[in-house]
T-cell receptor, first 111, second 115 residues
Framework: DAKTTQPNSMESNEEEPVHLPCNHSTISGTDYIHWYRQLPSQGPEYVIHGLTSNVNNRMASLAIAEDRKSSTLILHRATLRDAAVYYCILSIETSGSRLTFGEGTQLTVNP | DTGVSQNPRHKITKRGQNVTFRCDPISEHNRLYWYRQTLGQGPEFLTYFQNEAQLEKSRLLSDRFSAERPKGSFSTLEIQRTEQGDSAMYLC?????????????FGSGTRLTVV
């Protein structure tokens, strides 16, 4: 499975935008880029996913580099409830679409 | 639709005992996945089903582990002769179709403690 690289931790202030980076230099043409987040003692929660174009939903935006070797998850206005571990994952249908999680980025949101 | 439901939420068992966990996916989702997560690590893939067929198993799934999904609805994960190393959070996820393009919905997990 192609791997992703994320910073171990990031900090943000409440109500400010947050940009969470992810590098995936070995991505292949059929890999989807997924983002999930996980709060303590809960299962991961789907945030957003995309293939080539930038994506927006009610939770976040996903900006994908033109060469697809990196992407950025954007939380437009961080809240305290956004404090979580954020995972950037590549998913490919030929692997049964299983997700290979890394260690993710621990996001701390300061009031 | 109440999402993916997992039972029990917590299980404490003595080493050597058998345990069984249940996962009820979102009703129209035909794909179901099991993951295991230890403290401080991301979830690790164990196995997945498309309808009732078990299509892939990780090498993490030793002979003591067995998963079933009869009739393509709920799924069970059984661990026989539990060991302390089996202590972890066991997560179930489901997706409507190819998860790569649909996303996954996870349950809250079953936390297993082997004493």
């Amino acid at each position: 499975d192609a791997k992703t690289t994320q910073p171990n931790s990031m900090e943000s202030n409440e109500e400010e935008p947050v940009h969470l980076p992810c590098n995936h230099s070995t991505i292949s043409g059929t890999d989807y880029i997924h983002w999930y987040r996980q709060l303590p003692s809960q299962g991961p929660e789907y945030v957003i996913h995309g293939l080539t174009s930038n994506v927006n939903n009610r939770m976040a935006s996903l900006a994908i580099a033109e060469d697809r070797k990196s992407s950025t998850l954007i939380l437009h206005r961080a809240t305290l409830r956004d404090a979580a571990v954020y995972y950037c994952i590549l998913s490919i249908e030929t692997s049964g679409s299983r997700l290979t999680f890394g260690e993710g980025t621990q996001l701390t949101v300061n009031p | 639709d109440t999402g993916v439901s997992q039972n029990p939420r917590h299980k404490i068992t003595k080493r050597g005992q058998n345990v069984t966990f249940r996962c009820d996916p979102i009703s129209e989702h035909n794909r179901l996945y099991w993951y295991r997560q230890t403290l401080g690590q991301g979830p690790e893939f164990l196995t997945y089903f498309q309808n009732e067929a078990q299509l892939e198993k990780s090498r993490l799934l030793s002979d003591r582990f067995s998963a079933e999904r009869p009739k393509g609805s709920f799924s069970t994960l059984e661990i026989q002769r539990t060991e302390q190393g089996d202590s972890a959070m066991y997560l179930c996820a489901s997706s409507l179709g190819p998860g790569a393009n649909y996303g996954y919905t996870f349950g809250s997990g079953t936390r297993l403690t082997v004493v």
